[in-house]
């Protein structure tokens, strides 16, 4: 079993057998944030993309916790100058960890860091305390978001709703219906103003065309998987 917890945004925080895995840490300056950048306890770190809102505080925790951070490798290697232990896998590449895995799948969104390291975006297939969770990063609807689950038995999906930045939560009911895991958490929406959106009614829709459940989850709170 594995404990997810919503940090807000995209940021997530999966706890299995005492061990943590760390999502697109954007806590410092989100208005969202459940957790501290301070305190929040990272094993391992994943990133789906460079930008701000998911970036984040990934290097002081990082050199906080000594938690390896795994990043596409154009990103890896700008961590690593920065003296963060990485790992650096490129699309379609799976790194290990203690507890689990990620793969990088693509996802379509742009990609730049805070510092202006360009690469291309990832989605991340997760694999930790024997759930399988795709977390599909920030991107638009395209149609090989099916691809992870005719590998990998999915348990779970983190699906991007707000819009503007993203597939807005139209899009993702048919997003939802590709990736087919059984559990869908929205994020990416109500952080700021332009990807404002209705959770609700996106639960409505996702539920009434019997394609997943929906778990609309405050930041702070937990689900398990
Ligand atoms: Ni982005
Ligand atoms: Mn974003």
Do not use: C
């Not at 999502?23 to 944030?33: E, I, Q, R, S, Y």
């Not at 306890?41 to 930008?51: N, R």
């Not at 938690?67 to 290697?77: D, F, G, K, L, S």
Request: no cysteine; proline share 6%.
């Amino acid at each position: 079993m594995t404990t997810l917890t919503f940090l807000g945004q995209s940021a997530v925080l999966l706890e299995a057998d005492g061990k943590h895995v760390l999502v697109d840490p954007f806590l410092t300056g989100n208005p969202k944030a459940s957790a501290s950048a301070d305190e929040v306890p990272a094993d391992v770190i994943l990133l789906t993309h460079g930008h701000g809102d998911h970036y984040g505080d990934a290097v002081p925790i990082a050199k906080r916790t000594g938690a390896r951070v795994v990043a596409i490798v154009e990103i890896a290697n700008e961590l690593a100058e920065q003296g963060v232990e990485v790992a650096d896998p490129n699309l379609g590449g799976t790194v290990e960890f203690d507890g689990g895995w990620v793969r990088l799948v693509p996802a379509w969104h742009t990609n730049t860091t805070p510092n202006g390291t360009v690469a291309v975006a990832a989605g991340l297939v997760i694999n930790f305390g024997g759930r399988t969770i795709y977390h599909l990063g920030d991107t638009a609807l395209f149609s090989d978001l099916a691809l992870p689950g005719r590998r990998d038995a999915l348990d779970l999906a983190l699906i991007p709703i707000g819009g503007h930045y993203t597939m807005d939560r139209h899009d993702a009911v048919e997003a939802a219906r590709l990736v087919g895991a059984p559990v869908v958490v929205p994020v990416h929406y109500d952080t700021f103003p332009p990807i404002e959106t209705d959770a609700q009614a996106y639960k409505q829709d996702v539920e009434g065309a019997g394609i997943a459940r929906v778990e609309v989850l405050a930041p702070g709170a937990t689900l398990e998987v």
